[in-house]
């Protein structure tokens, strides 16, 4: 199984800030990468997919960017809704394994 | 508008099976396959399989390989998960999701199901 491993697993930001998270996969997953957003209680939301695709009625503020086994979501100026849990996750061979997860606190 | 529809909470004992229903609607079902995916409780998110609307083709996680199947309805639209021979530790919300280009874009409300003597 491909093992996806998110950094940092937590972090504290302010509105405005730009904000980075990394995933790392185990082994090539070429640019089959995808970020979800969850918010408490909710399901999950897709932000991009393959990689850097932002996903339809996602804020340009998201991107995405990577290819291989290095990949960042990167928020430009954090908004008070963007606080909340990011998941990777490879969608190159099953199981489609996801990251462990970043919270994103105020 | 694209939806994922999902059954209500569920209580079983251990040892029980239960059976998560995912009704589509907004879109042609078999043009895209469903993925399902559980939460335990304060844990992250687990891929436990996938299942080809168009012709039911299934792949399953090796975890859950010989406890799990995954159906489809084509007549009314609709997923379903079954899950057997419940622990403790199969207490989480069950999510499935509608897989295209790779990605699960459109996404189901969950279905908590607790596991408990």
């Known amino acids: 199984d491909i093992q996806m491993t998110q950094s940092p697993p937590s972090l504290s930001a302010s509105v405005g800030d730009r904000v980075a998270i990394t995933c790392r996969a185990s082994?090539?997953?070429?640019?089959?990468l995808n970020w979800y957003q969850q918010k408490p209680g909710e399901a999950p939301k897709l932000l991009i997919s393959?990689?850097?695709n932002l996903h339809t009625g996602v804020p340009s503020r998201f991107s995405g960017s990577g290819s291989g086994t290095d990949f960042t979501l990167t928020i430009k100026s954090l908004q008070p809704e963007d606080f909340a849990t990011y998941y990777c996750?490879?969608?190159?061979?099953?199981?489609?394994?996801f990251g462990q997860g970043t919270k994103v606190e105020i | 508008q694209d939806q994922l529809v999902q059954s209500g909470f569920e209580v079983k004992k251990p040892g029980a099976s239960v059976k998560v229903s995912c009704k589509a609607s907004?879109?042609?079902?078999?043009?895209?396959?469903i993925s399902w995916v559980r939460q335990a409780p304060g844990q992250g998110l687990e891929w436990m399989g996938w299942?080809?609307?168009?012709?039911?083709?299934?792949i399953y996680a090796q975890s859950l390989q010989g406890r799990v199947t995954m159906t489809t309805d084509t007549s009314t639209s609709t997923a379903y998960l079954e899950l057997r021979s419940l622990r403790s530790d199969d207490t989480a919300v069950y999510y499935c999701?509608?897989?295209?280009?790779?990605?699960?874009?459109?996404w189901g409300q969950g279905t908590s199901v607790i596991v408990s003597s």
């Open positions: 999701a509608r897989r295209r280009s790779d990605a699960l874009d459109v």
């Open positions: 907004g879109y042609t079902f078999t043009k895209y396959g």
């Open positions: 299942i080809s609307a168009n012709d039911g083709n299934t």
């Open positions: 082994q090539s997953i070429s640019f089959y």
């Open positions: 393959t990689a850097s």
């Open positions: 996750q490879q969608s190159y061979s099953s199981p489609q394994t």
